[in-house]
């Protein structure tokens, strides 16, 4: 197994809370689930059949953290990505007026923060690791004491090319999840 600094198993927990201002959802999944429980992630899950992805995405946000958006919240999509465990994520964005109230499904989500898109645009940001394992290097961004890795940290790190920096055309397919998250 690749020995990638700042894995999961050191995270504190710690992440940036903002009151107010442009933020984003993230989610420490709950570590009974049964593949890549107690991982980062953002909300999202499989789509149902005859669902698209922007229906998956306003479905599993309401299934894990309790909010309600309707179709007018989404924004569009950022590029597929595909995990060394057999998934396709199809990234949507969605964006909400108000400060959202959380109810948080525990079978699904052990903790959710909201996190100031400042984090991640930190001058620390982001980080390439080469390990071992692959010839693509790992990639990690640092938020609050954390560092997050694909795919979440792929999903977010072209979030913040596009939506933040403005560099469309930045693609992460090529960034490496690490190994603990091949399973």
């Given at each position: ?6 894995d999961v198993t ?44 922007e229906e998956t ?127």
């Amino acid at each position: 197994m690749g020995d990638v600094p700042g894995d999961v198993t050191g995270f504190d927990g710690s992440v940036s809370r903002v009151a107010g201002g442009a933020a984003f959802l993230m989610c420490r999944r709950a570590a009974t689930l049964r593949g890549h429980g107690g991982q980062w992630a953002l909300p999202g899950g499989r789509v149902d059949p005859g669902e698209s992805a922007e229906e998956t995405a306003l479905r599993e946000l309401h299934e894990e953290l309790g909010c309600v958006l309707g179709a007018d919240a989404v924004l569009g999509r950022l590029d597929d990505y595909v995990t060394r465990s057999g998934y396709v994520i199809t990234p949507v964005v969605l964006w909400a007026d108000a400060q959202l109230e959380l109810q948080l499904n525990p079978a699904e989500v052990a903790h959710a923060y909201r996190i100031g898109l400042h984090e991640l645009q930190r001058p620390d940001s982001p980080r390439f690791v080469d390990i071992p394992e692959s010839d693509r290097p790992v990639v990690q961004l640092p938020i609050g004491r954390n560092l997050i890795h694909a795919p979440t940290g792929a999903v977010l790190l072209q979030f913040r090319w596009v939506a933040l920096d403005g560099r469309h055309g930045e693609r992460v397919h090529d960034f490496e999840q690490p190994v603990f998250a091949w399973k």
